[in-house]
């Protein structure tokens, strides 16, 4: 099988590209930068999702087409709404309208929990508005599609836009964390390698023009997963809680919009959160501290 992931350079593309490679598929990843993490294996187009032709060339002879392509990041999706809906709901289209062209076999979409919510802004309405297009084409023109509503990622190849690296980052370098909010945050953190494993489990028939959720597997709140980091330092942080204005961010529960319901995905097994965030911790370590591992010891890279 062929697969094409728009959006195969950044966190959560590029581990999928690897998942889907895994399992013996073609992968072509489509972004607008070169993916750091690309395999010997993989074919990389470098371009842009508002380019109709490019888009095209990449879709045709696919099988399967994913788009994890466009902006992500609520705080800037809030700062340019036109750049937003252009890249997220245009780009998304112009993706669609190529996969209708090839009679691609599933479309596979990136959406998120916040679709559910109040919160979220523009980013939050740009995902809505591209799952009632996506629909649209399944109604017109037959398009199977497969819409995935992920949770909070964490894990290897994350940027400062996720939080848990933002926190991580925050916690070797000062000693301290800073948190805007009262920490009774609740969130179902799910670890990237899971979420891009499931994300090619979900190409059965079973899940053909189904809605998915993908998270972890049990609620936390943001207090006890700072608990938890300050522990595995040694108990050594300063933890600092201030109050926020924002209202881009869900508190307790994304629930109050209640678009398609959808199905939660369960894998067979997954990555227990405190072996997942020992693994970002060491990351970060060798990141800050110029570290490379050498016969699995830690060598000081100078």
């Known amino acids: 099988m062929k697969a094409t992931v728009f959006g195969g350079s950044g966190f959560l ?36 999702i508002l380019d109709r032709e490019a888009v095209k060339m990449a879709v045709k002879d696919s099988d399967v087409v994913y788009n994890f392509a466009g902006i992500a990041d609520l705080e800037k999706a809030k700062e340019d709404p036109v750049k937003t809906v252009e890249t997220n709901i245009l780009g998304n289209t112009i993706i669609l309208d190529a996969c209708r062209e090839y009679n691609i076999k599933r479309f596979v979409f990136a959406s998120s929990l916040y679709v559910y919510s109040k919160a979220g802004s523009f980013y939050r309405s740009s995902k809505q508005a591209c799952e009632l297009i996506i629909e649209n084409y399944r109604e017109d023109y037959g398009l199977p599609y497969t819409i995935l509503r992920y949770g909070s990622l964490y894990g290897p190849r994350a940027d400062e836009n996720n939080f848990i690296y933002k926190i991580l980052n925050q916690a070797i370098a000062q000693g301290k964390i800073t948190r805007y909010g009262d920490g009774e945050e609740l969130r179902e953190y799910i670890h990237v390698e899971d ?108």
């Open 13 to 48: 593309g590029s581990h999928l590209a690897d998942a889907l490679q895994k399992g013996g598929n073609k992968v072509v990843i489509f972004d607008r930068i070169s993916s750091p993490y690309l395999q010997k294996e993989q074919e990389m187009i470098v371009g842009d």
């Open 195 to 302: 979420a891009a494993r499931f994300s090619v489990d979900i190409l059965s028939k079973e899940f053909e023009n189904e809605y998915v959720i993908l998270t972890g597997h049990q609620q936390m709140k943001i207090r006890n997963l700072l608990t938890m980091i300050d522990e595995m330092l040694g108990n050594r942080l300063e933890i600092e809680y201030l109050p926020t204005k924002s209202n881009l961010h869900y508190n307790i529960t994304q629930y109050s919009f209640s678009p398609k319901i959808a199905k939660k995905y369960i894998g067979k097994y997954y990555f227990d959160i405190g072996q997942g965030l020992l693994q970002c911790l060491e990351e970060t370590y060798k990141k800050q501290h110029k570290y490379k591992e050498v016969s699995g010891l830690l060598m000081r890279d100078d």
